[in-house]
């Protein structure tokens, strides 16, 4: 019974190949070349990116909008800041031990599909981010990095807060997409960074990275609402105050910080 099956699968399979049409070709009258052209202009030198930058909590989302006041408005170019963070400890009770304070989450507006604030307005708090957009095409790559001022009086340079501002965790956001094994990350260096007048670096690009745009969110949380409440600051963002600080209740105490962006690196590798 075995052998009688194989053999007429033999016999039906030859007779479909014997019975089988020859292809058959038609004439080649014309073969038409024609072309396909892309041609590229820079990004404008005053380019920006309207005060609009990317959600670091939902990086494919349409993005945000920080509220004025949270922080900078950003630089121009194609090589760009599109944001940097304040970080507002606003009021607090002095203590006469040392205390660590934590900044409020900074507030933003979420976007619509064209890029405008939603109507009606949708409202909420994310982690502290600074957003760096890299438009030249050159793919040179490029570094960040964050230096700030000692906490002095606003009305009395001479009053010395003796605090100290860390920046802790952080991790990478974008809606660039990896191709053929390349993720084009930046290097993030996402350790606790205690601010001071020397530059650190926060991310850097090498050649072939760090094209589009890139966020260093400085938070370990992954919620995408973080409220209004009066709890929702950052823990990942601290003020140490020393216990031997003198603190004077009419007086505002302020440190400038610096991001700087550079083309190339500037400083060594942070080991």
Same mark, same amino acid.
């Given at each position: 019974m075995k052998k009688t099956t194989k053999i007429a699968s033999a016999l039906l399979i030859s007779t479909f190949v014997l019975g089988a049409?020859?292809?058959?070709?038609a004439d080649q009258v014309a073969a038409p070349i024609t072309d396909a052209t892309v041609k590229f202009?820079?990004?404008?030198a005053d380019a920006d990116s309207g005060g609009n930058t990317m959600d670091p909590t939902n990086p494919d989302g349409n993005g945000v909008k920080p @509220? !004025?006041?949270?922080?900078?408005?950003?630089? %121009?170019g194609p090589l760009r800041v599109d944001f940097a963070p304040n970080f507002n400890f606003s009021e607090v009770t002095m203590s006469g031990n040392a205390k660590d304070y934590h900044p409020l989450y900074p507030k933003v507006s979420v976007l619509d599909a064209t890029g405008k604030v939603?109507?009606?307005?949708?409202?909420k708090r994310v982690p502290h981010y600074v957003q760096v957009t890299d438009n030249r095409g050159t793919n040179e790559g490029w570094e960040l990095t964050v230096s700030a001022t000692a906490f002095r009086g606003t009305k009395n340079q001479e009053a010395?807060?003796?605090?100290?501002?860390?920046?802790?965790?952080?991790?990478?956001?974008?809606?660039?997409?990896?191709?053929?094994?390349?993720?084009?990350?930046?290097?993030?260096?996402?350790?606790?960074?205690?601010?001071? @007048? !020397?530059?650190?670096?926060?991310?850097?690009? %090498?050649a072939d990275k760090g094209m589009g745009s890139w966020s260093a969110v400085f938070s370990k949380?992954?919620?995408?609402?973080?409220?209004?409440?009066?709890?929702?600051?950052?823990p990942n963002i601290t003020l140490s105050v020393p216990a031997d600080s003198k603190k004077d209740p009419n007086e505002e105490y302020k440190s400038t910080i610096t991001w700087t962006l550079s083309t190339t690196p500037t400083t060594p590798p942070v080991k």
């Open positions: 049409a020859s292809p058959v070709f202009k820079a990004e404008a @509220d !004025t006041g949270t922080g900078s408005v950003g630089t %121009k939603t109507d009606p307005l949708i409202e010395d807060l003796k605090a100290t501002l860390t920046l802790g965790y952080a991790e990478l956001a974008s809606a660039v997409k990896p191709i053929e094994g390349n993720d084009f990350k930046p290097t993030l260096f996402s350790k606790a960074t205690v601010l001071s @007048d !020397t530059p650190e670096k926060i991310m850097e690009a %090498k949380d992954k919620e995408t609402d973080f409220g209004f409440g009066a709890l929702d600051i950052n």
